[in-house]
């Protein structure tokens, strides 16, 4: 078990805002790069999509499995956060000063994630399973990414992606634009990787699992316009034909996608913005999405 050292200090305040925390990581990241026409194909692509959309959906992690993402600007560090996930390597929170605000918490679901951003210093501090202990913070793991990097570092995921990256945003949403490839997770994960995932906690042995690192993408020849669909299955369905989405991690469903948890909602609830895009609970399949016309790319 790893421990850092507490700093005392004060603790600082989420803010929103247009900055570059609206397009994180690096203009050549993976996450950011549109998918370019004829992709190759990977050769076991039908098998993999047949062995996912079983029932046409793509679940939408809006509420338990939200990700809460706080902003702070260069407020005083103030917590050490101490490593409980066992022996598993050097804490990544280790001597390092966590500006957590006051009112953070990681979401409800079983892996208690949660994001600080703090834009000053460029660093992305994600938690897994987070938890606090009157004044003081630990993390059975996590990752301390940068806001510049390439969104790939350290154990917040399954995959070594960034928790923040290809999560939809709140903003996002009520914009009705995702210009990003999205984070996906599958319950048929494989024990292998392949880039620019950096390692995997998939433990399917099915001939038709998906390694973690994957890129799947809809059908760029649908016209979504034809298919009634509300502002949010629009605004995803855009994104995965144009960017596609990445296997992050390991989920509960066969195919869910991550939201940024919108922390202005009543407790348990999807919130104002979610709700008027269409979304009518947590987990929402998306199902008027035609998504057994996914494919993964090589």
């Not at 956060?81 to 050097?90: H, I, K, M, Q, S």
């Not at 917040?156 to 210009?179: F, H, M, N, Q």
């Not at 269409?278 to 929402?284: E, I, N, P, V």
Request: proline share 7%; net charge negative.
């Amino acid at each position: 078990m790893a421990t850092a050292v507490l700093w005392a200090g004060v603790t600082g305040c989420s803010k929103s805002g247009p900055t570059a925390l609206n397009a994180p990581f690096a203009s050549d990241s993976s996450w950011r790069q549109p998918i370019p026409p004829k992709p190759a194909i990977d050769p076991n692509s039908a098998a993999m999509i047949a062995g996912i959309q079983s029932e046409r959906a793509l679940h939408a992690n809006l509420v338990e499995f939200g990700i809460p993402i706080y902003q702070v600007h260069g407020d005083k560090p103030s917590h050490a956060v101490e490593c409980t996930g066992g022996d598993w390597g050097a804490c990544p929170f280790g001597g390092t000063a966590v500006p957590i605000p006051a009112d953070a918490a990681p979401n409800s679901g079983s892996d208690g994630a949660m994001v600080i951003v703090d834009e000053s210093s460029s660093k992305v501090y994600e938690f897994w399973r987070a938890a606090k202990h009157g004044d003081r913070w630990s993390s059975e793991w996590g990752a301390v990414n940068s806001l510049k990097g390439p969104g790939w570092g350290g154990s917040s995921t399954g995959s070594g992606a960034s928790r923040l990256a290809g999560v939809i945003r709140v903003d996002e949403v009520a914009a009705g634009k995702v210009s990003h490839a999205l984070a996906l997770q599958t319950s048929n994960a494989c024990k292998t990787f392949r880039p620019p995932a950096i390692k995997a906690d998939g433990t399917s042995g099915r001939p038709d699992c998906i390694p973690e690192g994957a890129r799947l993408q809809l059908d760029p020849g649908l016209d979504l316009h034809s298919l009634g669909l509300n502002k949010g299955e629009l605004a995803v369905a855009t994104a995965m034909q144009r960017y596609g989405g990445y296997v992050v991690d390991v989920g509960g469903a066969p195919l869910s996608v991550s939201f940024e948890l919108d922390r202005s909602a009543a407790a348990g609830t999807l919130g104002k913005v979610y709700q008027d895009a269409g979304f009518r609970w947590d987990y929402d399949a998306m199902e008027r999405v035609p998504w057994d016309k996914l494919r993964v790319l090589g």
